[in-house]
């Protein structure tokens, strides 16, 4: 009988193509050196215990009532109850920092997917755990691209898309420096107001959108080639196309403008749903008198590990 299982998954942070990604253009998503850790071990009963710093829940299986706090570990272990031998004690842990728009809950789907799939001996891939992590998300918010998941599945920085899904890794890495806004973005509402303004108007937002795709090409070629300089330029652009999509505001813009404005970064914008979240640079910040908090956040390749 196995003992105990520990699995571990990376946060994503968007730099190229939000929302353009969810009407099948492509986008560039980073894997982040923070992890969130499931530890899960096996009971004789039909129990399940979730503790995590932020809560703890006891349920019983197959019906494993709704938890507010646990919504994305809950419904991977519903979805995936038929091939579970048994009730389980999960223990999550977490290396992030206490803000919003780094991908936590696809981090914390694809390393609780994982230690099931490991638990029943289930044979898996890579695209495998990712098609059924993105089902999960999709079943709990309602709509997702994938590319969060898909950075905590693969790693690194990928050239992801949605329709039909495919990945590729771009080959250089660069470094990057991420700043809090300081207030939450709502994804799912920030995603359907968006999608309320492309069905009045399509042809200004699918313009926006196609700009997108184009900038995202540009880009694999630029990381392809190491040359940061230019992918700072796409990422300025990135950002303006934001803007005109209704994504940013003066504060965030203002952000943005100081990071841009760092001898040491070649580009900056909004990262993730727009309206909040985090922002992202490309290089390191040179100015001593830098007066916003940074997070300390680097690309990394490591995805997924069971350890
Ligand atoms: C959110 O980080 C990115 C969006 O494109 C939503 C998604 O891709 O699922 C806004």
């Not at 979805?79 to 981090?107: E, K, Q, T």
């Not at 009045?200 to 700009?211: G, K, R, S, V, Y």
């Not at 990071?259 to 309206?275: E, N, T, V």
Request: hydrophobic letters at 40%; aromatic letters at 6%; charged letters at 20%.
């Amino acid at each position: 009988m196995v003992s105990t299982i520990r699995t571990s998954a990376p946060g994503k942070l968007m730099l190229l193509g939000e929302h353009a990604v969810l009407h099948g253009s492509h986008c560039l998503v980073c894997a982040i050196d923070r992890r969130i850790t499931v530890t899960l071990t096996p009971r004789p009963d039909a129990v399940v215990t979730i503790t995590a710093g932020f809560g703890r829940y006891e349920g019983r299986l197959p019906e494993l009532p709704d938890d507010e706090c646990f919504r994305f570990v809950l419904a991977a272990l519903r979805r995936h109850s038929d091939i579970l031998p048994s009730g389980c004690d999960l223990v999550i842990d977490s290396d992030f920092p206490n803000v919003s728009g780094l991908g936590s809950s696809a981090a914390v789907t694809v390393a609780a997917i994982a230690a099931a799939f490991v638990w029943c001996d289930f044979s898996w891939s890579a695209d495998v755990l990712h098609a059924a992590s993105l089902a999960v998300i999709r079943d709990v918010q309602g709509t997702g691209a994938g590319a969060d998941a898909a950075a905590s599945t693969y790693g690194g920085l990928l050239d992801y898309c949605a329709e039909p899904i495919s990945q590729r890794q771009v080959k250089h890495l660069p470094p990057i420096e991420v700043l809090y806004s300081g207030r939450k973005a709502h994804t799912t509402e920030v995603v359907a107001e968006l999608e309320a303004r492309r069905r009045e108007d399509p042809h200004q937002i699918e313009a926006i959108f196609h700009a997108m795709d184009e900038g995202c090409g540009l880009a694999v070629n630029a990381g392809a080639a190491g040359d940061w300089q230019k992918f700072g330029e796409i990422i300025n652009r990135n950002h303006e196309l934001m803007t005109e999509l209704g994504l940013s505001d003066t504060n965030l813009d203002s952000l943005v403008h100081d990071l841009q404005a760092d001898p040491g970064i070649s580009g900056a914008k909004l990262s993730g749903a727009g309206k909040g979240d985090c922002i992202v640079g490309i290089g390191q910040v040179e100015n001593a008198e830098f007066a916003h908090e940074r997070l300390g956040l680097q690309i990394t390749r490591r995805g997924v590990e069971v350890a």
